[in-house]
Structure formats: C-alpha cells, structure tokens
C-alpha cells in the first residue's frame, strides 16, 4: 500500500474484504469524472452562447437614456 490519500486506501481495503466493493469504487470514481468533464463541457457551451460585453465608453442596452436623449447626445458629438 503505497498510496497517501486516504480514498485509494479505503477501495483497496474494501476490494480486499469484498470483491464487489471495490468494483463499485471505481465506477463511483469513474462517474464522477464524467460528471465534471459533462458539467465543464455545458458551461462552456452556455458561455460561448452569451453575447459579448458592450464596448469600453459606449452605454449598454439597458442604460436608463431614451431613444431620444441618444438621438440629442449623437447630435451633439457626445458619443
């Protein structure tokens, strides 16, 4: 037993005692590793879908100015 996490050492000693055990262990191990790589995969598709952030300067779309007051700044050489 050369390992030094507690978690290896567990499944080995419940493979020792019962076959099944540790059978068991490692499809737990294994799901949980497709879990993340599942979860890591979506969050990355669900940020590539986001629209980009508004340019540095310019307001974004849910700035409280009305078409209007836009239409007075673009006039004046505001933006």
Do not use: C, Y
Not at 21 to 42: E, S, W
Not at 46 to 55: I, Q, V
């Amino acid at each position: 037993m050369s390992s030094t996490s507690w978690f290896p050492l567990a499944v080995e000693v419940a493979a020792r005692s019962n076959p099944v055990a540790g059978i068991i262990g490692v499809v737990v191990g294994v799901l949980v590793v497709i879990g993340l790589i599942t979860a890591f995969a979506v969050g990355h598709r669900r940020k590539a879908d986001e629209p980009p952030p508004p340019p540095p300067g310019q307001p974004g779309q849910d700035s409280w100015s009305t078409p209007e007051q836009r239409a007075d700044e673009e006039q004046r050489g505001e933006r």
